[in-house]
Structures are given as C-alpha cells and as structure tokens.
C-alpha cells in the first residue's frame, strides 16, 4: 500500500519561505513522477509544480521563480522550496506521485502567509 505524507507546512510572513517535503512508503520517487498541488479555500485544487521521471520540471505561471521542485532519491522524498511567499500562496499543499499521472496523493499541509 503506498503512503505519502507532507510536511514542513506553517505560518510564515509574506517575502519568507518554507520547504514541504514529501516522504513515501511503498513507492520510489526516483524515475516516477512527482507533483505539488495546492487548495485554497473556496478554491479548486491546482498544479504548483511537477517533476517528470527523467527529471523535467515545469511550474504553474504563479510560482515560477519562486519555487523550486526536487527530490532526494537516497532518502526518497520530494521537496518544494518556495521562496517569496505571497498571502496568496496560502493553501493546504498536496504531495501527488505515480508512473506517469499523480496516482497517490498525501492529505496535505497546511501554509499560511499572513500579509
């Protein structure tokens, strides 16, 4: 059964940054596909950032420049850095990942950026 779990979540004022990690069992980030979404209130879900097996990256307009995605295969998780937060950027963020569509999906982590 695979598992994904989020983390790093938080409060940060606008200009801060934060880091989500995602961590897995049951499955390999390494060579699959791993994504970052995000839910604001009110708000569909949304693509942040994407990482292909072969390790294309590509951004929601949104986040371009100011967030980055990667992943460690030794300690098999994915990361989001996200530098110059916006209160807009407030959301739960969702770790997504799978051979090529986001078959799993963690329950997310909540970043708030106060004004």
């Known amino acids: 059964q695979v598992q994904l779990g989020e983390s790093g979540g938080g409060y940060v004022q606008a200009g801060g940054s934060l880091k989500l990690s995602c961590s897995a069992s049951?499955?390999?980030?390494?060579?699959?596909?791993v994504g970052w979404f995000r839910q604001a209130p009110g708000k569909q879900r949304e693509m942040v950032a994407a990482l292909s097996g072969r390790g294309d990256t590509s951004y929601a307009h949104f986040v371009e420049g100011r967030f980055t995605i990667s992943r460690d295969s030794a300690q098999n998780t994915a990361s989001l850095q996200m530098n110059s937060l916006k209160p807009e950027d407030t959301a739960v963020y969702y770790c997504a990942a799978g051979q090529n569509s986001m078959d799993y999906w963690g329950k997310g982590t909540l970043v708030t950026v106060s004004s």
């Open positions: 049951g499955f390999i980030f390494s060579g699959n596909t």
